[in-house]
């Protein structure tokens, strides 16, 4: 863990990983790091956790976008979506697959559903480990083209559903369920 | 995740409710969040038990650093015996990272002054006060955040 939070003995604390920061992390990418980290503590103000993969899609992605509003001309790098390679990449090509994939799974609150999208451990998926940051980060820009950081930042989940669902749907039709 | 766990800069900030309610009229940050690092006191261990056997050793960083900060360097759903030999395998990493560790840690501190003075000019309603977790949520979002890169 690079950063996190955490509630101990009934104390919230963000804890940082100094093994890790110094691993990934370099002179060029602790600002865009900080940024993410401190938008997720200011975010839950208007967007408590939930389990749903939708609130995650949402939460990460709007900490990778804030990150890229606020450091502008950040690299994939810079951003953390060269890890475990770069997702943009990957993903691209069949990026109407991986947001159709998002749609299937939208509402899950599986953790074996969550996984794939988040997790940086090696995925058995279609697509790499942690490509839900960048699906996010995407749809997080969709909804930045029509209102302010602070805006998208202050909306809460009942506002925020419809409009990932719209930007979605902008990625194009999905199969049917049972014939994907 | 143990290396992470172990080496922890921890900041600590003033808890408050979870609440939904918006809180767009909350006043301007006029202070970063408290901030502690735990990172000198682990080379330091190190360094003075550097001699110790493993199994000793293990034991006594667990006591210390218990103290330290109570309630974070525990198995958290690991058995007893794979926390121990998570926190022997960080110890023996050590020396590999020693450098860009301590490089990380002495430019930590003021990295996160500078980035809490950057965040609020970009949301001045900023507070640093920290949310009260789910624990499902929280339990997977400190575990798997972050990306791995095979210190879990």
Redesign the interface.
């Known amino acids: 863990m690079d950063g996190g939070s955490r509630t101990i003995d009934g104390r919230n604390v963000m804890i940082f990983g100094a093994d890790v920061i110094a691993k990934i992390h370099d002179e060029t990418t602790i600002a865009p790091f900080l940024d993410h980290e401190l938008f997720h503590l200011y975010h839950t103000t208007w967007f408590p956790d939930c389990d749903a993969l939708w609130c995650s899609l949402w939460q990460e992605g709007m900490a990778v976008y804030v990150a890229s509003r606020m450091n502008p001309g950040a690299s994939e790098r810079q951003l953390l979506l060269d890890i475990p390679q770069p997702l943009p990449a990957a993903v691209n090509p069949r990026l109407g697959e991986a947001m159709c994939l998002a749609r299937a799974k939208f509402a899950s609150t599986e953790q074996a559903d969550y996984a794939p999208f988040f997790f940086g451990r090696p995925s058995a998926g279609p697509f790499p480990a942690r490509f839900g940051y960048y699906l996010g980060y995407l749809l997080a820009g969709k909804v930045g083209t029509s209102m302010t950081l602070m805006e998208m930042a202050h909306m809460p989940p009942a506002k925020v559903r419809p409009l990932l669902e719209k930007a979605l749907a902008e990625y194009g039709a999905c199969p049917a369920p049972g014939k994907g | ?1 143990i ?11 003033q ?2 409710p ?3 309610a ?3 009229k909350a006043a301007p940050v006029t202070a970063p ?1 408290d901030f502690t690092a735990h ?1 000198a006191a682990f080379t330091a261990f190190f360094d003075e038990t550097a001699t110790m056997p493993e199994a000793e050793r293990v034991r006594l960083f667990r006591k210390r650093f218990n103290t330290l ?4 360097y525990q198995p958290n759903g690991r058995t007893e015996a794979q926390y121990d030999a998570a926190v022997a395998a ?1 110890l023996t990493g050590f020396p590999a ?1 020693r450098s ?2 301590t ?3 002495n ?2 501190a003021q ?2 002054t ?3 003075a ?2 609020i000019k ?2 001045p309603d ?13 339990a ?10 095979g ?2």
């Open positions: 995740m290396l992470a766990t172990i080496m922890a800069a921890a900041l600590a900030a808890a408050s979870a609440s939904t918006p809180r767009e969040a990172t900060f109570p309630g974070f960080a990272i860009k560790y490089a990380a840690s430019a930590f990295a996160f500078t980035g809490q950057r965040f970009t949301f900023y507070k640093p006060t920290c949310r009260s977790i789910w624990s499902t949520r929280s997977r979002w400190t575990a798997d955040h972050a990306p791995s890169t210190a879990t």
